[in-house]
């Protein structure tokens, strides 16, 4: 009876007997879980090993001492399931299961310290076999009393005992046992440790006398006991049982799978345990198609699990979920799951791999193994070596370096590298998210990023996401191109979301944004925005405003001509403001309106300003990355909107940023004949793309042919390029070009006096700068700065002697005289020395502006 307790109590603890009904769900460590029909149907990447297990057994013929085997691979790659899928295989196959019997055991053998405890537990594996094969209760008794026996033993004896009525019970019976062993690298270790010399035998400084050695003696001479175990790795990795096993076993390595075998594995999964809501042929059906439609999908599974069965199983489910929306938490879930695996993976390297391989996760990028012991403080030599030993445990690649002819490293499991990087990348890393992003880009396609994208932004316009996602919508905004407008909004909605909802805002953005690096236009935002939203309390200072407080704050916010330190300005003199002046500055603002539509349209001018009143474009922005950034957020559907939001980036930079936007402009459908003028003229001011600015003249003439802006900076286009004959032909259409009710006389004046002057019609020019320079002397601000505009145009045009003459025989020669001076400095002449200081600066102002391409902003 105490026999009976102590086996059925071994046999609970140890041995958990399969279910036969189907558990219904994918499993990932605990493959011994799955139904027998289960196991069938997905055991489908490991038919070669399966077969050279089976063939092993058959070929060894009774009386023959086997050859004994250990399978071999990484965590996760299918040793226990093949174990498992073996031991079904021979009990449905008549012909092994009579000659062999197979005794499984668990996983881990945690009680086994000793050989006698090892040998007790194949004894009780045994009897557990027989009740399951229908032995009888007289049998199971006999047995259960002789095992019972042996306990009974002093404990010097129990292992000879143990083995003894092992011997002879498979002698008696004529039966052959087949020892499935898991984790045999850790029960030799343990027996390793546990075990000593028995004290009636030999001394202990006999390497024979170890319990490993006499394991090897009796797996060596009885034919009876086949043993096939699995190992993490090969055992002539650990010195405590290299000797004792040298060269013993047949390696059955598992190596990872190719594209084809994940196919069939998931194809399996999905027929056992469904997809789509789908079982049998129908979900195997539908995940085919769905991996035919992406074939670069199952690619980037491979890359991400570097073929790891486990793995695969793993990312099935995030696979059958196809990108709901909800694989954030899906992928936090996963990599939590595999949080023991990969620690453990990390853990069994020695100090130095584990460094290299840790570098080599933070770069996430293959890298060269000189820039790897350069990050790692190692010599190459030592890197390279050990690179060697990591590639042959396939935790690393070897893959060509983009751009390069030569080689370099990367991890072989990009899973394993997104787990690192989320849980232990350093806090600069972190705040890119770059585990996540990485993810995403390797799973989905750019159409389906594209799409997430979107979806994102109506959550968010619809106040759906809270703070806790903010950091998926973030890495989702880094997935996509940068001339994606979807891109840039979402990174804004993160940041406007921040603002408005974080406690610590500075704290908040950094945990999403590189404010010190790649984000810090970020940082930049954050502090124009507190200095815009300081703006309110001035300006309500204004004693003048009290009836109209709103409008005038408005007016003042609102300004796309002023800076914000201008605005700043207004705000704190707004106390002192005389009726006068406040009078005088509501009717500034009220004209600047008035001609930034004019100069493109009322609804782009509108447009702008209330993005500007509510803080998502800034019209001074002091980061053209920015401006980039909030132009696209906010008017990449605007085109005419879009083009004004640009020419103001124009205004202070000339960089790639410039060069993007109107890339960017130039891809759409712009209606309005100024938008396209005004592409023209950045085109050929500011980049120097002038065939592409002569296509934006064109497109801005067949539009609006009646205003002849475009004709003239066409006409000035190809004069500058040497194609006098055309610029004369089109210089003649724009005096030809009625009048228009968009015109100034300022407008018309100056236009005309280009034109005059470029067909050598002096006295017409004469007559036409007497008109535009009379406004100017009386006040006309804007008609001063046309005068302004045309020094730079007859500059670049190569007439500027024509028009200085002209300046200084006006009967307004001495108002003129700073606009002739500066022409003539321009093109080379000493001639601000001599003149008064004030006439000199003002000169020297103007000439600034006529050696370096003037902006465009303003201009017709």
Avoid at 45 to 61: F, I, S, V, Y
């Amino acid at each position: 009876m105490a026999a009976d307790l102590s086996r059925a109590r071994a046999a609970a603890v140890l041995r958990p007997q399969p279910p036969t009904a189907p558990l219904g769900t994918t499993l990932k460590y605990n493959p011994q879980l799955w139904g027998d029909d289960e196991l069938r149907a997905i055991f489908v990447a490991r038919l070669g090993e399966l077969q050279r297990l089976l063939d092993a057994l058959r070929n060894t013929p009774a009386g023959k001492v086997p050859q004994h085997i250990l399978i071999t691979g990484q965590r996760g790659m299918g040793k226990t399931t093949l174990l498992r899928r073996l031991a079904l295989a021979v009990r449905d196959d008549a012909e092994l299961a009579a000659a062999w019997r197979v005794l499984d055991f668990p996983e881990e053998q945690y009680t086994v310290s000793k050989l006698s405890e090892f040998w007790r537990n194949v004894l009780d594996a045994l009897a557990d076999n027989l009740e399951t094969q229908g032995a009888t209760t007289a049998e199971l008794a006999a047995l259960d009393a002789a095992i019972g026996e042996i306990d009974a033993l002093p404990p010097p004896e129990q292992e000879d005992a143990a083995l003894d009525l092992l011997s002879d019970w498979l002698a008696e019976h004529r039966q052959r046992v087949v020892l499935l062993i898991d984790s045999s690298d850790l029960l030799f270790a343990n027996l390793a440790g546990g075990g000593t010399a028995r004290k009636e035998q030999r001394p202990i400084a006999d390497a024979s006398a170890t319990p490993l050695w006499r394991l090897r003696k009796t797996l060596s001479h009885q034919p009876e006991i086949f043993w096939i175990g699995a190992s993490y790795q090969a055992l002539e990795a650990q010195n405590h049982y290299h000797d004792a096993f040298h060269d013993f076993f047949d390696l059955c390595e598992l190596r990872p799978l190719g594209v084809d075998q994940m196919r069939q594995a998931l194809l399996a999964l999905a027929r056992v345990f469904g997809i789509d809501g789908q079982r049998g042929e129908a979900g195997a059906a539908a995940l085919a198609a769905r991996l035919d439609a992406r074939p670069e999908r199952l690619k980037a599974l491979r890359a991400m699990t570097g073929g790891n069965p486990r793995t695969t199983v793993l990312l099935f489910d995030l696979f059958a979920a196809n990108g709901d929306g909800n694989v954030h938490s899906d992928l936090r879930g996963l990599l939590d799951m595999m949080t023991p695996l990969y620690k453990a993976r990390m853990e069994n390297l020695a100090e130095q791999p584990r460094k290299i391989l840790a570098h080599l996760m933070e770069l996430w990028a293959p890298q060269a193994a000189r820039e790897l012991a350069q990050a790692a403080g190692l010599p190459v030599t030592t890197v390279s070596g050990q690179l060697t030993r990591l590639e042959s445990e396939a935790l690393v690649d070897k893959v060509r370096l983009p751009g390069a002819r030569r080689n370099g490293y990367q991890v072989s499991e990009r899973l394993f590298n997104v787990w690192y990087l989320m849980r232990y990348a350093p806090r600069r890393m972190r705040q890119r998210l770059n585990w996540l992003v990485e993810f995403m880009r390797l799973w989905f396609s750019g159409e389906e990023l594209l799409a997430q994208a979107q979806l994102r932004l109506a959550r968010h316009a619809a106040g759906e996401v809270d703070e806790a996602a903010l950091d998926y919508s973030r890495a989702l905004a880094s997935t996509l191109p940068e001339a994606r407008a979807e891109r840039c909004q979402l990174e804004w909605s993160v940041f406007s979301a921040v603002r408005q909802h974080a406690t610590d805002t500075r704290r908040a953005l950094h945990e999403l944004f590189d404010l010190d690096g790649d984000d810090r236009a970020y940082a930049t935002a954050d502090d124009y925005l507190q200095r815009f939203g300081a703006l309110d309390a001035g300006l309500a200072q204004c004693p003048h405003a009290a009836d109209a407080l709103t409008e005038w704050i408005d007016a003042v916010k609102g300004s796309l001509s002023l800076s914000l330190a201008e605005k700043e300005r207004v705000a704190r003199e707004s106390v002192r403001l005389s009726g006068f002046q406040y009078c005088k500055l509501v009717q500034v603002f009220a004209d600047e309106r008035c001609t930034w539509s004019e100069l493109f349209s009322p609804t782009a001018a509108t447009t702008l300003r209330r993005a500007t009143l509510a803080g998502d474009f800034f019209p001074d922005c002091p980061d053209s990355r920015l401006s980039y950034t909030q132009s696209m957020a906010s008017f990449a559907e605007q085109p005419t909107a879009f083009v004004l939001a640009v020419s103001l980036l124009a205004v202070k930079f000339n960089d790639e940023w410039l060069d993007k936007a109107v890339r960017r402009a130039m891809t759409l459908d712009i209606p309005d004949a100024r938008a396209w003028r005004e592409l023209g003229n950045l085109l050929q001011d500011h980049l120097a793309r002038y065939d592409e600015a002569e296509a934006a003249y064109r497109q801005a003439i067949d539009l609006d042919p009646d205003t002849p802006f475009a004709t003239a900076n066409l006409a000035r286009l190809l004069a500058v390029r040497g194609e006098r004959a055309t610029a004369t032909l089109l210089f003649r259409q724009v005096l030809a070009t009625g009048e228009s009710p968009r015109w100034t006389t300022s407008d018309k004046r100056a236009l005309r006096l280009q034109a005059e002057l470029w067909l050598g019609n002096r006295d017409s020019a004469r007559l036409l700068l007497a008109d535009l320079a009379q406004p100017a002397a009386n006040g006309d601000a804007y008609a001063f700065w046309r005068l302004r505009e045309q020094l730079g145009e007859c500059h670049r045009l190569g007439i500027a002697a024509e028009l200085v003459a002209l300046l200084e025989e006006s009967a307004l020669a001495d108002f003129l005289r700073p606009l002739a001076l500066a022409l003539r400095a321009a093109n080379g002449e000493d001639v601000l020395a001599a003149a008064p200081p004030e006439v000199a600066a003002l000169a020297e102002e103007i000439c600034a502006t006529l050696v370096r391409p003037a902006s465009r902003a303003q201009s017709a």
